[in-house]
Protein backbone atom coordinates (compact mmCIF):
# COMPACT_ATOMS: atom_id res chain seq x y z
CA UNK A 1 0.00 0.00 0.00
CA UNK A 2 1.12 3.34 -0.22
CA UNK A 3 3.65 4.89 2.16
CA UNK A 4 4.21 8.26 3.81
CA UNK A 5 4.48 10.92 1.65
CA UNK A 6 5.39 14.59 1.96
CA UNK A 7 5.60 17.46 -0.01
CA UNK A 8 7.24 19.61 -1.27
CA UNK A 9 10.43 17.27 -1.76
CA UNK A 10 12.88 20.55 -1.99
CA UNK A 11 11.83 24.22 -0.69
CA UNK A 12 14.20 26.90 -1.02
CA UNK A 13 13.21 29.86 0.82
CA UNK A 14 14.40 33.56 1.15
CA UNK A 15 15.37 34.35 4.90
CA UNK A 16 12.40 36.14 6.47
CA UNK A 17 9.61 33.64 4.24
CA UNK A 18 6.78 31.72 6.08
CA UNK A 19 7.05 28.06 4.41
CA UNK A 20 4.36 25.18 4.63
CA UNK A 21 5.76 21.32 4.73
CA UNK A 22 2.85 18.65 4.02
CA UNK A 23 2.48 14.85 5.60
CA UNK A 24 0.24 12.29 4.30
CA UNK A 25 0.36 9.68 6.34
CA UNK A 26 -0.42 5.90 5.93
CA UNK A 27 -4.23 5.59 5.73
CA UNK A 28 -5.61 4.88 9.04
CA UNK A 29 -2.68 5.50 11.22
CA UNK A 30 -3.42 7.08 14.00
CA UNK A 31 -0.26 8.64 15.32
CA UNK A 32 1.90 11.45 13.27
CA UNK A 33 5.31 12.42 14.08
CA UNK A 34 7.26 15.38 13.03
CA UNK A 35 11.36 15.06 12.87
CA UNK A 36 14.34 17.60 11.67
CA UNK A 37 17.13 16.00 10.69
CA UNK A 38 20.26 18.59 10.57
CA UNK A 39 22.97 17.47 7.97
CA UNK A 40 25.53 14.89 9.67
CA UNK A 41 22.79 14.36 12.40
CA UNK A 42 20.14 12.19 13.37
CA UNK A 43 16.41 13.20 13.35
CA UNK A 44 15.52 15.15 16.23
CA UNK A 45 11.82 15.01 17.68
CA UNK A 46 9.43 18.17 16.89
CA UNK A 47 6.32 17.51 17.72
CA UNK A 48 3.31 14.53 17.85
CA UNK A 49 -0.39 14.13 17.18
CA UNK A 50 -2.35 11.37 17.64
CA UNK A 51 -5.57 11.44 15.64
CA UNK A 52 -5.98 15.93 15.87
CA UNK A 53 -4.81 15.92 18.99
CA UNK A 54 -0.95 17.70 19.55
CA UNK A 55 0.08 16.07 22.67
CA UNK A 56 3.77 16.63 22.52
CA UNK A 57 5.45 19.78 20.91
CA UNK A 58 8.75 19.52 23.70
CA UNK A 59 10.63 19.44 20.22
CA UNK A 60 9.98 22.40 18.62
CA UNK A 61 12.63 25.16 18.46
CA UNK A 62 10.78 27.95 18.55
CA UNK A 63 7.45 30.13 18.47
CA UNK A 64 8.12 30.33 14.84
CA UNK A 65 6.98 26.74 15.02
CA UNK A 66 3.52 25.71 14.52
CA UNK A 67 1.87 22.23 13.14
CA UNK A 68 -1.61 21.47 12.96
CA UNK A 69 -3.48 18.27 12.15
CA UNK A 70 -7.06 19.42 11.64
CA UNK A 71 -8.57 16.33 10.50
CA UNK A 72 -6.93 14.02 12.23
CA UNK A 73 -5.33 13.02 8.85
CA UNK A 74 -2.84 15.23 6.46
CA UNK A 75 -0.81 17.35 8.85
CA UNK A 76 1.06 20.54 7.93
CA UNK A 77 4.27 22.00 9.31
CA UNK A 78 4.51 25.47 9.21
CA UNK A 79 7.85 27.86 10.13
CA UNK A 80 7.49 31.59 9.77
CA UNK A 81 9.97 34.23 9.31
CA UNK A 82 12.64 31.08 8.24
CA UNK A 83 16.43 31.76 9.37
CA UNK A 84 19.30 29.97 8.15
CA UNK A 85 19.45 27.57 11.00
CA UNK A 86 16.32 26.26 9.94
CA UNK A 87 17.72 24.40 6.77
CA UNK A 88 17.28 20.82 7.34
CA UNK A 89 15.42 17.51 5.75
CA UNK A 90 12.09 17.64 7.76
CA UNK A 91 10.60 13.89 8.06
CA UNK A 92 7.32 12.97 8.81
CA UNK A 93 6.04 9.72 10.51
CA UNK A 94 3.15 7.42 10.91
CA UNK A 95 2.33 4.57 12.97
CA UNK A 96 -0.91 2.85 13.67
CA UNK A 97 -0.71 3.74 17.80
CA UNK A 98 1.66 5.43 19.74
CA UNK A 99 3.71 2.43 20.43
CA UNK A 100 3.73 0.88 16.87
CA UNK A 101 6.49 0.90 14.62
CA UNK A 102 7.07 4.37 13.06
CA UNK A 103 7.04 4.48 9.06
CA UNK A 104 8.89 7.61 7.34
CA UNK A 105 8.23 9.97 4.36
CA UNK A 106 11.10 10.89 1.83
CA UNK A 107 11.24 14.42 4.10
CA UNK A 108 11.48 18.06 2.87
CA UNK A 109 14.51 19.24 1.97
CA UNK A 110 14.52 22.86 3.44
CA UNK A 111 17.19 25.34 2.43
CA UNK A 112 17.03 28.86 3.29
CA UNK A 113 19.00 31.62 1.62
CA UNK B 1 17.11 10.96 29.60
CA UNK B 2 17.25 8.92 26.69
CA UNK B 3 20.46 8.80 24.42
CA UNK B 4 21.73 6.47 21.43
CA UNK B 5 25.85 6.14 20.67
CA UNK B 6 26.78 4.85 17.85
CA UNK B 7 30.51 5.14 17.91
CA UNK B 8 31.76 4.43 14.57
CA UNK B 9 31.13 7.35 11.81
CA UNK B 10 32.10 5.02 9.47
CA UNK B 11 32.25 0.82 8.35
CA UNK B 12 33.97 -0.92 5.48
CA UNK B 13 33.65 -3.90 4.72
CA UNK B 14 34.27 -6.34 1.76
CA UNK B 15 30.93 -8.01 -0.02
CA UNK B 16 30.38 -11.38 1.17
CA UNK B 17 32.11 -11.08 4.59
CA UNK B 18 30.03 -10.48 7.76
CA UNK B 19 28.98 -6.71 8.76
CA UNK B 20 28.39 -5.70 12.09
CA UNK B 21 27.17 -1.84 13.33
CA UNK B 22 27.39 -0.73 16.53
CA UNK B 23 24.53 1.12 19.11
CA UNK B 24 24.12 1.83 22.84
CA UNK B 25 21.89 3.25 24.29
CA UNK B 26 20.79 4.75 28.05
CA UNK B 27 16.84 4.97 28.68
CA UNK B 28 14.88 4.86 31.71
CA UNK B 29 13.15 1.79 32.20
CA UNK B 30 12.71 -1.05 29.49
CA UNK B 31 13.82 0.13 26.01
CA UNK B 32 12.21 -0.03 22.83
CA UNK B 33 14.77 -0.07 20.15
CA UNK B 34 14.84 0.13 16.47
CA UNK B 35 17.18 -0.32 13.23
CA UNK B 36 16.09 1.96 10.76
CA UNK B 37 18.44 2.49 6.45
CA UNK B 38 18.67 5.61 5.12
CA UNK B 39 19.89 5.87 1.63
CA UNK B 40 20.54 8.97 -0.37
CA UNK B 41 17.30 11.33 -1.11
CA UNK B 42 15.25 8.92 0.46
CA UNK B 43 13.18 8.97 4.29
CA UNK B 44 14.46 6.21 6.67
CA UNK B 45 13.13 2.63 6.09
CA UNK B 46 12.58 0.46 9.23
CA UNK B 47 14.48 -3.15 9.44
CA UNK B 48 13.94 -4.19 12.72
CA UNK B 49 12.52 -3.54 16.30
CA UNK B 50 13.19 -5.51 19.48
CA UNK B 51 10.31 -4.50 22.31
CA UNK B 52 10.76 -7.68 24.44
CA UNK B 53 11.29 -11.25 24.18
CA UNK B 54 14.20 -13.28 22.39
CA UNK B 55 17.37 -11.06 22.09
CA UNK B 56 18.23 -11.94 18.75
CA UNK B 57 15.91 -10.18 16.34
CA UNK B 58 15.47 -11.02 12.49
CA UNK B 59 14.44 -8.34 10.33
CA UNK B 60 14.77 -7.46 6.93
CA UNK B 61 16.91 -7.65 3.95
CA UNK B 62 18.39 -10.70 5.93
CA UNK B 63 19.71 -8.18 8.64
CA UNK B 64 19.42 -9.13 12.08
CA UNK B 65 20.21 -6.98 15.88
CA UNK B 66 21.15 -8.86 19.15
CA UNK B 67 19.45 -6.84 22.62
CA UNK B 68 22.27 -7.42 25.53
CA UNK B 69 20.94 -5.50 28.47
CA UNK B 70 24.32 -5.46 30.92
CA UNK B 71 25.74 -4.28 27.91
CA UNK B 72 22.92 -1.32 26.93
CA UNK B 73 23.74 -2.50 23.47
CA UNK B 74 21.81 -3.09 20.46
CA UNK B 75 24.59 -3.84 17.68
CA UNK B 76 22.84 -4.99 13.82
CA UNK B 77 24.75 -7.77 12.04
CA UNK B 78 24.04 -9.33 8.75
CA UNK B 79 26.14 -12.42 7.86
CA UNK B 80 26.80 -12.03 4.30
CA UNK B 81 27.10 -8.00 3.13
CA UNK B 82 26.05 -7.02 -0.15
CA UNK B 83 27.04 -3.87 -1.89
CA UNK B 84 23.73 -2.89 -2.15
CA UNK B 85 23.43 -2.42 1.44
CA UNK B 86 26.12 0.45 1.54
CA UNK B 87 23.94 3.54 3.17
CA UNK B 88 23.30 5.37 6.37
CA UNK B 89 22.32 3.09 9.66
CA UNK B 90 20.91 4.87 12.21
CA UNK B 91 19.94 3.65 15.62
CA UNK B 92 16.69 4.47 17.79
CA UNK B 93 15.50 3.98 21.21
CA UNK B 94 11.74 4.55 22.57
CA UNK B 95 11.30 4.29 26.61
CA UNK B 96 8.75 1.76 27.29
CA UNK B 97 6.73 4.45 29.11
CA UNK B 98 6.57 8.12 28.81
CA UNK B 99 7.66 9.63 25.22
CA UNK B 100 6.09 8.10 22.19
CA UNK B 101 9.23 10.16 20.00
CA UNK B 102 12.35 8.18 18.95
CA UNK B 103 15.46 9.31 19.98
CA UNK B 104 18.00 8.58 17.25
CA UNK B 105 21.92 7.99 17.01
CA UNK B 106 24.17 10.15 15.10
CA UNK B 107 24.31 7.41 12.01
CA UNK B 108 26.52 4.66 10.87
CA UNK B 109 27.91 5.12 7.23
CA UNK B 110 28.10 1.51 5.92
CA UNK B 111 30.22 1.24 2.75
CA UNK B 112 30.63 -2.78 0.98
CA UNK B 113 33.29 -2.80 -1.41
CA UNK B 114 32.99 -5.08 -4.07
Known amino acids: GAGVSQSPRYKVAKRGQDVALRCDPI?????LFWYQQALGQGPEFLTY????????KSGLPSDRFFAERPEGSVSTLKIQRTQQEDSAVYLC???????????FGPGTRLLVL | AQSVAQPEDQVKVAEGNPLTVKCTYS??????LFWYVQYPNRGLQFLLK??????LVKGSYGFEAEFNKSQTSFHLKKPSALVSDSALYFC????????????FGTGTRLTVIP
Open chain 1, 93 to 103: ASSLGEQETQY
Open chain 1, 27 to 31: SGHVS
Open chain 1, 49 to 56: FQNEAQLD
Open chain 2, 27 to 32: VSGNPY
Open chain 2, 50 to 55: YITGDN
Open chain 2, 92 to 103: AVRPQWGANNLF
